[in-house]
C-alpha cells in the first residue's frame, strides 16, 4: 500500500488585540501566533493575557508573561472576539468585529494571532462566471463583559449553514492557491467538462411496482434489479405517452425526465422468458420534485453555498442511462459483457476492464471525472466447465471426492439455466443431497406422488440429463424448491472474484493489468469517455440538454521542493544533512545511521520453522541481523533466549498464549529486565499472525516482529535494513527526521497531529464490527513518534462514535510524556466522502471539543480530510513535465481549475510512482484555526510524507492518516483472532451493547478484547 510559515509573534496592541485603560498601567502578555487586531469590550480592564502563574496547564492565553501597572485602575483585558452570523456563505468564510472597551489601566502585547477574514477566491477574467461583490463590513457592535471565546471554541475556520444555523460548512479557500514552486508543469486531468442548460428542469418521479395478483403470503413479491428494469423498458417502449430516450431509471425507486410524464398507474405484462407465464404488474409514477439547473449553475458560479445535491444526483442517473443499457454494472463500475481472451486468468478466472465515473463540482464548472477499472471476474461459461477450470484435478466421475470444494466454489453464485428461454438469474443455495438421479419432488398435482427429476425433464424438455451421478444445483427461493442439473446452468456474466483468493501468479497478472503507464491509462480514458456505450454516448444526455467536452482539462502543476532530512553518522552519532534524490526523493542509508537508535540488550527469536523445509539459518542470520543494526546505530546485544517452535501452533491460540507467557517469563529470569521485543520467524505467511499480534500486544504487552525464513536466510542487506527501521520505530527510536521545523509550527508551543480512519467488513459480511483507529504524535517538533488507540463499533459506522475519547487519552498521554498539553492540534480523517463531511465538522469535531472542554482545555484546530478513493489522475502533457517512468513527479500539487469551486483542497502526490499511473491523494480542508495559505498547508503535508517510518522515501498519504489505516487494520485482525476463539459477537448484540444500559458490562468486556497492553500504549507497535 503506499497504500506554514511558523509561529506569529507580532507585535500590536492588545495581541494586536487592543487593551485599553485609562490609566499608564501596562499589560504585556505573549501569545503563540500572529495577531489582528481586536478590542476590549467597554468596562473593566483586566489582564493582558489571563496569565495565571499557578496553573501549568497550557491554555490559549496562559503562555504569556504580564506586566502591568495598577496605578490606571486596572489591567488590560484581553480583547473579545465575536462571530458575525451570516445568513448565506459570503464572499469571506468568517468576519470578525471588534469590540472597543476602556478600563484602568492600557494593556499592550503580544496575543494569539486571530483569523483574518479569507476572501473567497477571485476568478479569472477568462471564467465567464461573475464573482460576488464583497460584503460590507459589519458596524461595530459593542459587546457584554461575558461575551470572552475561547480561540477554539470560536467560529473562524469556518461559516455556518445557511440552511441550519446549527451547522458549520467546510471553509472557503483562503487564496487564489498557492505559488510556492520549483517547477511548473503542463498537466492533462481525466475531468471532462459537462455542459448543460441552466434553464432546463429535470423532473423527479417517485415509482413504485407491485404484482396485480396479491401474493400468497401476504408480503409483497421481491422484484429484482433486472426485471424492474425490465417492466420499465417495456411499459416506456409500448406506451408513447412514456419516451424511454428521455428519461432515466435508477432499477428501483427514481425516474427523472427531461419532458412532463403522465401520472398515476399503468398496467404492464410482463415475463421473465418465452417460456415463462407474464405476469401483470401496476407501474406506479407520481412527480416528486422539479430539479432547476439554474441552482447548480448558481452554485457553480459561487452564487449559492449549498450544494445541490438532489441536482447531482438526478444528473448522475442520467450519465449511467446509456451504460447500463450496454454494459453491466458492477457496484460504481460498468464492465463489457464479453472479457478478452488475452486477459484469461486461469481457474475459470478472467480480469474485466471497464470503466468507473462520478460527476464532480470544480471551479471551471461540473466535470465528468473517469478512470479505467480492472477487476476479476468468474467467466461466464458452463458450470461443470468452471469447476473443471477452477478445481485442480477435477474429475466429474470422482464428484464426491470434490464434494466440499465444489460447494465452496459455488454456493452464493448465480446462474441462467439453458433448459428453459429465461434471463432470470437464480442464485445457488448448495447441493442437493442426492445425486441427480435419486432426486424427485412432489408433484403439483398430487402432492403424494413424486415426480423423479430425471423423468421431468425427459418428459418436460425432451432432454436426457446425461450426469446422473453428482448433485444437482439447489436454486430454491422462497420455499418453492427448484433443482437444476449443472450440465443446465451457465455461471451469470461479471460476479466479482475476490483478489485475495487469487493464487500469485493470477494476482501477478491481474495487477499488471491495473497498472497501466500513464499514457496508456491516458489512452484507454479517452477511448472510453468517446465510446457509444459510455456515459457520454446514444442520445439520451443530449435530449437532457447534456453535452460533455471528450478533452482532458489541461492544468498546470506546480512541484514542490523536497525537505532537507536528518540522518547521523554511523559511527560517531554527529547529525547529517540529507538532500534527496531529485527525480524520485529517494535516499538511501548507506554510511548513515537513524537519528536515534534504541539499545536493544533483552530480546528473544521464537524461531517456528524447525519443522519445515524452509528452515532458519540462524547462525548466519542473527549475526547478519545485529551488524546490520550496529551499523544503522542501533545497539543490538545476543538474543537472550532462542525458542524453537512449529507452525502447527498457530492453530491453537492457547497453546500460542502459553507459548509467548513462557517464554517472557523466562526472558525476564534470564535477563534480569522486562523483554524488549520478540523476533518471530515463520516459514509462511499463516492465519495464526492475526492471533500472534493479538495475543502479544493485548495480553502479553511485548512488541513483535516477524519474517520469513527464506528471505531472512538470503540475508540481503535492503531487506535487513528494513527490519531494523521497523524495529527501531516500534520500541521508540528515530529513524528520519526534518532538518527544519514543519511549516507555519515555528514559534512556541507544543502542536500534536492526529489522525483517524475506520476499517469496515467486506460487503458480504453482515454482522461483525466496524473498527475505529485513531493515531497522534508523542513529541514535537520532530513529530514522527506516534501512540494509537482502537476501537470497535458499530457494524459499518463511519462515524467514529467515541471519538473526542480517544483522542482526549491521547492528549494526555502526551501529557504525562512531555510535561504539557499541546497548544495546537492538526487533525487528519481519512476514508470520507464529500457526502460525509458535514459528519466529520458537525458531529465528530464537535465530539472532540466537547470532550477537551470538559477538562477546560482548548487548543486551536485544523481539519483535513485526506482522500485516497477518487478516480482523479495527472497525466505529463510532454516528456519535460513527468519523471522517468512517464509518471508527474514527486511534490506535484494542483490546486486551480479541477479543485472545488469555492472551498479549501487540493491535489497532492507526494510518492514517486514507479509503477503505474501515479494516484494523487486529494486534501480537503473543513476547518482551519491556524489561518493556513495553500502554499504553507501544501508543504506541511509534503514534509510529513518524507518522516514514514518503515521506509527511506516519502510516502503517498499524510503519515497520520497512513498510520491509522494500518492500526484499524490491526483491529480488525483482534476481532478475527477473538471470534477463532469465542464464537462471533453479532452486530446485534454490539449495537445494543452500545446503546442499551442494561448491557454495559458486557460492551466494557468486548471493548476489553481490543484494549491495548499498557506496555504498548505509547508504542509504535503497527509499523
Known amino acids: 500500500m503506499e497504500r506554514g510559515g511558523g509561529g506569529y509573534r507580532e507585535r500590536g496592541y492588545g495581541g494586536r488585540g487592543r487593551y485599553y485603560g485609562g490609566g499608564r498601567g501596562r499589560a504585556r502578555g505573549r501569545g503563540r501566533d500572529g495577531s489582528a487586531d481586536h478590542q476590549a469590550p467597554i468596562g473593566q480592564g483586566q489582564s493582558g493575557a489571563n496569565w495565571n502563574p499557578t496553573n501549568s496547564q497550557v491554555g490559549p492565553y496562559q503562555d504569556g508573561d504580564a506586566r502591568g501597572g495598577q496605578a490606571g485602575g486596572g489591567r488590560g483585558r484581553r480583547g473579545g472576539w465575536v462571530p458575525r452570523l451570516q445568513p448565506e456563505r459570503p464572499n469571506y468564510s468568517y468576519e470578525a468585529e471588534s469590540a472597543s472597551g476602556r478600563g484602568g489601566g492600557t494593556g499592550r502585547g503580544r496575543g494569539r494571532r486571530p483569523f483574518r477574514p479569507v476572501a473567497a477566491p477571485t476568478?479569472?477574467?477568462?471564467?465567464?462566471?461573475?464573482?460576488?461583490?464583497?460584503?460590507?463590513?459589519?458596524?461595530?457592535?459593542?459587546v457584554p463583559d461575558s461575551v470572552v471565546m475561547n480561540v477554539s471554541e470560536q467560529l473562524a475556520s469556518t461559516s455556518l449553514s445557511s440552511e441550519n444555523q446549527n451547522r458549520h460548512n467546510p471553509i472557503m479557500r483562503p487564496d487564489k492557491g498557492g505559488r510556492t514552486a520549483l517547477a511548473t508543469v503542463r498537466l492533462n486531468v481525466n475531468h471532462f467538462r459537462v455542459k448543460f442548460n441552466p434553464e432546463s428542469i429535470i423532473r423527479h418521479y417517485d415509482v413504485d411496482v407491485r404484482q396485480l395478483e396479491s401474493p400468497r403470503n401476504g408480503r409483497p413479491a421481491y422484484l429484482s434489479k433486472p426485471l424492474l428494469s425490465s417492466i420499465r423498458k417495456k411499459l416506456f417502449t409500448d406506451n408513447p405517452q412514456l419516451p424511454l430516450l428521455m428519461t432515466a431509471y435508477d432499477g428501483e425507486k427514481n425516474i427523472f425526465s427531461a419532458v412532463r410524464l403522465p401520472e398515476g398507474e399503468f398496467k404492464v405484462e410482463s415475463s421473465e422468458g418465452e417460456d415463462v407465464m407474464a405476469r401483470t404488474y401496476i407501474f406506479s409514477i407520481k412527480l416528486v420534485n422539479e430539479l432547476k439547473l439554474c441552482k447548480l449553475r448558481d452554485y457553480l458560479s459561487r452564487k449559492a453555498y449549498s450544494i445541490p445535491r438532489d441536482i447531482l444526483q438526478g444528473m448522475d442517473v442520467v450519465m449511467k442511462e446509456n451504460p447500463v443499457?450496454?454494459?453491466?454494472?458492477?457496484?460504481?463500475?460498468?464492465?463489457?459483457?464479453?472479457?478478452?481472451?488475452?486477459?484469461?486468468?486461469?481457474?475459470?478466472?478472467?480480469?474485466?476492464?471497464?470503466?468507473?465515473?462520478?460527476?464532480?463540482?470544480?471551479?471551471?464548472?461540473?466535470?465528468l471525472c473517469l478512470d479505467y477499472s480492472v477487476l476479476a471476474f468468474r467467466k461466464k461459461m458452463p458450470v461443470l466447465d468452471f469447476l473443471a477450470e477452477h478445481i485442480p484435478d477435477f474429475n466429474v466421475n470422482s464428484f464426491r471426492r470434490f464434494r466440499r470444494h465444489v460447494d465452496q466454489a459455488l454456493k452464493n453464485l448465480k446462474v441462467n439455466v439453458t433448459h428453459r428461454r429465461t434471463k432470470q438469474k437464480y442464485v445457488i443455495v448448495g447441493l442437493t443431497r442426492d445425486d441427480t438421479r435419486n432426486v424427485s419432488f412432489p408433484d403439483a398435482n398430487d402432492p403424494q406422488v413424486r415426480v423423479r427429476l430425471v423423468d421431468y425433464f425427459r418428459e418436460k424438455y425432451d432432454n436426457n440429463i446425461r450426469y446422473l451421478d453428482i448433485p444437482c444445483l439447489d436454486l430454491s427461493r422462497n420455499n418453492r424448491m427448484n433443482y437444476v442439473p449443472m450440465e443446465y446452468c451457465v455461471l451469470a456474466e461479471c460476479q466479482i472474484y475476490p483478489k485475495d483468493d487469487l493464487d500469485r501468479e493470477a494476482a501477478f497478472m491481474l495487477k499488471d493489468i491495473s497498472l497501466a503507464k500513464p499514457y496508456e491509462r491516458q489512452r484507454k480514458i479517452c477511448g472510453m469517455v468517446q465510446s457509444k456505450d459510455g456515459p457520454c454516448g446514444g442520445n439520451i444526455i443530449q435530449n437532457f440538454g447534456i453535452e460533455v467536452d471528450t478533452r482532458m482539462t489541461p492544468v498546470?502543476?506546480?512541484?514542490?521542493?523536497p525537505p532537507v532530512l536528518k540522518l547521523a553518522a554511523p559511527t560517531t552519532g554527529?547529525?547529517?544533512?540529507?538532500?534527496?534524490?531529485?527525480?524520485?526523493?529517494?535516499?538511501?542509508?548507506?554510511?548513515?545511521?537513524?537519528v536515534v537508535g534504541k539499545a536493544i540488550q533483552c530480546w528473544a527469536v521464537i524461531d517456528f520453522t524447525q519443522a519445515d523445509r524452509l528452515k532458519l539459518n540462524c547462525d548466519s542470520f542473527i549475526p547478519k541481523l545485529r551488524n546490520r543494526c550496529r551499523n544503522l546505530g542501533m545497539t543490538m546485544e545476543a538474543p537472550i533466549l532462542y525458542e524453537p517452535a512449529r507452525m502447527q501452533i498457530f492453530s491453537d491460540g492457547n497453546g500460542l498464549l502459553q507459548l509467548l507467557e513462557n517464554v517472557t517469563r523466562?526472558?525476564?529470569k534470564l535477563g534480569g529486565g522486562d523483554l524488549q521485543f520478540l523476533l518471530c520467524v515463520m516459514s509462511r505467511k499463516d492465519d495464526g499472525y492475526k492471533c500472534l499480534k493479538w495475543i502479544s500486544e493485548t495480553k502479553i504487552g511485548v512488541v513483535t516482529q516477524c519474517c520469513l525464513s527464506n528471505h531472512a536466510n538470503k540475508g540481503q542487506d535492503q531487506y535487513l535494513a528494513n527490519l531494523a527501521l521497523k524495529i527501531n520505530a516500534k520500541l521508540g527510536g528515530s529513524n528520519v527526521e526534518l532538518n527544519d521545523r514543519l511549516p507555519h509550527f515555528c514559534g512556541e508551543g507544543h502542536v500534536m497531529f492526529i489522525g483517524a480512519d475506520v476499517n469496515h467488513p467486506g460487503s458480504h459480511n453482515n454482522t461483525s464490527p466496524s473498527i475505529a483507529a485513531v493515531v497522534a504524535t508523542m513529541n514535537w517538533p520532530e513529530a514522527n513518534r506516534y501512540a494509537a488507540r482502537v476501537r470497535p463499533q458499530i457494524h459499518r459506522k463511519e462515524q467514529i462514535l467515541e471519538f473526542g475519547e480517544m483522542c482526549l487519552e491521547l492528549v494526555e498521554s502526551y501529557a504525562r510524556l512531555n510535561n504539557v498539553k499541546p497548544e495546537k492540534i492538526v487533525l487528519f480523517r481519512d476514508g470520507v466522502s464529500e457526502g460525509q463531511f458535514d459528519m466529520v465538522l458537525n458531529e465528530e469535531l464537535m465530539d472532540l471539543k466537547s470532550a477537551f472542554q470538559r477538562i477546560n482545555y482548548f487548543p486551536t484546530i485544523t481539519l483535513i480530510v485526506a482522500q485516497k478513493r477518487h478516480q482523479t489522475r495527472f497525466f505529463p502533457e510532454g516528456k519535460g513535465d513527468g519523471g522517468p517512468t512517464g509518471n508527474i513527479s514527486p511534490g506535484t500539487v494542483v490546486d486551480t481549475k479541477i479543485v472545488h469551486p469555492f472551498e479549501f483542497d487540493f491535489y497532492l502526490c507526494s510518492h514517486h510512482g514507479s509503477l503505474g499511473t501515479s494516484k494523487p491523494t486529494h486534501y480537503h480542508i473543513l476547518w482551519d484555526e491556524h489561518g493556513f495559505s495553500s502554499d504553507q498547508l501544501?508543504?506541511?503535508?509534503?514534509n510529513m510524507c518524507f518522516t514514514f517510518a518503515r521506509c527511506t522515501k516519502p510516502v503517498s498519504l499524510v503519515p497520520p492518516v497512513y498510520y491509522a489505516d494500518l492500526v484499524a487494520y490491526r483491529g480488525w485482525?483482534?476481532?478475527?483472532?477473538?471470534?477463532?476463539r469465542q464464537s462471533p459477537i453479532s452486530t446485534s448484540s454490539l449495537s445494543s451493547s452500545m446503546t442499551s444500559s442494561s448491557s454495559m458490562s458486557s460492551a466494557a468486556s468486548f471493548h476489553d478484547w481490543f484494549k491495548l497492553h499498557a506496555n504498548l500504549e505509547n508504542m509504535m507497535f503497527f509499523v
Request: glycine share 8%.
Open 123 to 142: 476568478l479569472e477574467p477568462e471564467d465567464n462566471i461573475p464573482a460576488l461583490p464583497p460584503s460590507p463590513p459589519p458596524p461595530p457592535q459593542s
Open 325 to 367: 443499457m450496454h454494459m453491466v454494472p458492477v457496484g460504481r463500475s460498468f464492465h463489457p459483457y464479453e472479457s478478452c481472451p488475452e486477459d484469461d486468468l486461469g481457474y475459470g478466472i478472467t480480469a474485466s476492464r471497464g470503466i468507473r465515473y462520478s460527476l464532480k463540482p470544480t471551479y471551471q464548472g461540473l466535470a
Open 556 to 561: 498546470e502543476g506546480r512541484v514542490i521542493g
Open 574 to 594: 554527529k547529525l547529517l544533512k540529507i538532500t534527496v534524490d531529485k527525480n524520485t526523493c529517494q535516499w538511501n542509508l548507506v554510511g548513515k545511521a537513524v
Open 666 to 668: 523466562r526472558v525476564h
Open 938 to 942: 501544501q508543504k506541511l503535508i509534503y
Open 973 to 980: 485482525l483482534y476481532y478475527q483472532a477473538m471470534i477463532e
